[in-house]
Each structure stands twice: as C-alpha cells, then as structure tokens.
C-alpha cells in the first residue's frame, strides 16, 4: 500500500458545532470527520482545511485533505464516510491529490455568501441559516453604493475582530455583490483572497446598518482609510454565513468533477456534474 493524499469537498450546517477546528471541549467538524474517517481506514489522519471555519458558521464547499495508505477507492471513501457521517455533515467529492496541494498553502481565492431574510420572523425551515429582520425602513440601494468602496485592497482591520493570528489587516476583495432572490432572500457574496477573523459578518453587519439608516456610505469609506477597531461595528450572526467556493491554481481542482448549482435553495449547492 502507497502513501497518497486525499482531497474532500465537505458540505455541513455548523449550527451544532464549535467550528471547523478541533477542540479539548465541544464537537468540531474536523473531530467529528477525522473519528469517522479512522474508523473507516483504520489508521490515524489528520485533516487540513482551507481555513477555520467559526461555531455556528456553514459550508456548501469547504475543501480539506489527508494523507493514507489505504487501499479503498475514492469513490469507496466517500460512500462509507457518508454512511457514517452524522446528517449535518456531507462528503460532496473524494479525489486523489498531488502531494504538493495544500487546502490552506495553495489556496488564492474564497468565495463566501451572507444570506438575509426579509421574510419577519422567518420561515421556520430558513431559520438555522439566514438573518431575518422586517425590509419596511430597509434601502438596498444606499447598500449597493458601498460595494465599490470594499472592492479592491485595503486595510480591513476596521472590520475584522480581535482574536485572529494575522499580522496584516490588508486584504484584497476582489468581487462584493448583493442577489435579490424571488424568495425575499438577499445573497451578499464576497470573493477575497483571504479574510481577518469576523471579516464577512462584520461587512454584513455594517451594510446592513447603512441599509438601515443607521450609518451612510461615507462612514463605510472612513472606516477603510482609518483602519481600527475602536468604531462601533456589528457582527451579525454565524447562522447566515456560508463557504461556498475555495480556489487553487489549474494545476489542480478539488471541484473538478462538480459544478455549483443554484437549484433555488437559499445558497448554490456543489452536486455532480451531469453526464452528456
């Protein structure tokens, strides 16, 4: 049996865990995913992540690797972690990778999406995943006017929290955008080349108060050219943030046998690509 190492796309609801990293206390997806996977291979792994997700926070693409020496097949993998797996946590995709493919080193890009309800109090299917509130005082378009005022690289320390390990607050944000949905849903979707702890919830939670009229765009401005955390910012809640994407260089592609499907769900979902 050869050493290999193996990539999976992972989809879960955080709702009922700490996070992504494991922990002396409190269940995290990587304990919960490395248990399972020990018992099917019957040996020690360990997962790396693209990145640490936060308790309560979801993912629709979250990409982690591990290296074995199994015999069992890729696709053998993924049928047995999906059969032990408790229901809140998917293995979308099981590839074999280069050994010079990190989830986190490699990484260039990620793309998460913030959903907002204006359906007040939500759906009691939409609940566990979206912010609710009432749209009567709420102006989208005074919203919008922010967006180019994020793009680009800036400073971001105005909107992240304490407690991160990054050394720099700059940040490149190279696509912000709102999607209305028919379903009263809006989708805020951020591509960055990388985020400070808070940093998408903040974003939100600061748009969401100029929506509200709480704050204008010109204070969004003098927060990017001061950057501190001394302002009075908003985080909003874990439960409307999702991973969606996390992209590599073409040499390889842990989607490769995916595509990203928006079936009208409150976020787009990774399913199989369908056969010609």
């Given at each position: 049996?050869?050493?290999?190492?193996?990539?999976?796309?992972?989809?879960?609801?955080?709702?009922?865990?700490?996070?992504?990293q494991r922990?002396?206390?409190?269940?995290?997806?990587?304990?919960?995913?490395?248990?399972?996977?020990?018992?099917?291979?019957?040996?020690?792994?360990?997962?790396?992540?693209?990145?640490?997700?936060?308790?309560?926070?979801?993912?629709?693409?979250?990409?982690?690797?591990?290296?074995?020496?199994?015999?069992?097949?890729?696709?053998?993998?993924?049928?047995?972690?999906?059969?032990?797996?408790?229901?809140?946590?998917?293995?979308?995709?099981?590839?074999?990778?280069?050994?010079?493919?990190?989830?986190?080193?490699?990484?260039?890009?990620?793309?998460?999406?913030?959903?907002?309800?204006?359906?007040?109090?939500?759906?009691?299917?939409?609940?566990?995943?979206?912010?609710?509130?009432?749209?009567?005082?709420?102006?989208?378009?005074?919203?919008?006017?922010?967006?180019?005022?994020?793009?680009?690289?800036?400073?971001?320390?105005?909107?992240?929290?304490?407690?991160?390990?990054?050394?720099?607050?700059?940040?490149?944000?190279y696509s912000?955008?709102?999607?209305?949905?028919?379903?009263?849903?809006?989708?805020?979707?951020?591509?960055?080349?990388?985020?400070?702890?808070?940093?998408?919830?903040?974003?939100?939670?600061?748009?969401?108060?100029?929506?509200?009229?709480?704050?204008?765009?010109?204070?969004?401005?003098?927060?990017?050219?001061?950057?501190?955390?001394?302002?009075n910012r908003?985080?909003?809640?874990?439960?409307?943030?999702?991973?969606?994407?996390?992209?590599?260089?073409?040499?390889?592609?842990?989607?490769?046998?995916?595509?990203?499907?928006?079936?009208?769900?409150?976020?787009?979902?990774?399913?199989?690509?369908?056969?010609?």
């Amino acid at each position: 049996m050869s050493l290999c190492n193996l990539s999976l796309v992972l989809e879960y609801k955080g709702s009922n865990y700490q996070g992504w990293q494991r922990q002396s206390r409190g269940k995290t997806i990587q304990g919960v995913v490395e248990e399972v996977g020990e018992r099917i291979l019957r040996e020690k792994i360990t997962l790396f992540a693209s990145g640490r997700t936060d308790a309560g926070v979801h993912a629709a693409g979250q990409v982690a690797s591990f290296t074995t020496s199994t015999y069992m097949s890729t696709e053998a993998i993924k049928k047995a972690f999906n059969s032990l797996l408790p229901s809140d946590i998917r293995v979308v995709d099981v590839l074999e990778a280069p050994f010079s493919f990190h989830p986190r080193k490699t990484a260039i890009r990620k793309i998460y999406i913030y959903v907002f309800s204006l359906m007040y109090p939500p759906s009691v299917f939409w609940k566990p995943f979206v912010y609710s509130f009432s749209p009567k005082n709420f102006n989208l378009a005074r919203v919008k006017e922010c967006l180019s005022l994020l793009e680009g690289t800036h400073d971001f320390t105005s909107f992240s929290s304490s407690g991160g390990a990054d050394f720099s607050g700059v940040r490149t944000i190279y696509s912000i955008e709102i999607k209305e949905k028919p379903s009263g849903l809006l989708q805020l979707q951020v591509e960055g080349d990388g985020f400070l702890y808070n940093m998408v919830r903040i974003i939100a939670g600061e748009l969401w108060k100029v929506g509200m009229g709480k704050k204008n765009p010109e204070e969004i401005k003098f927060m990017l050219e001061n950057p501190s955390r001394s302002f009075n910012r908003l985080a909003l809640p874990p439960r409307g943030l999702f991973l969606i994407q996390v992209c590599y260089p073409p040499d390889f592609n842990p989607y490769q046998n995916l595509e990203l499907v928006d079936e009208g769900w409150i976020v787009p979902l990774w399913q199989e690509k369908k056969s010609i």
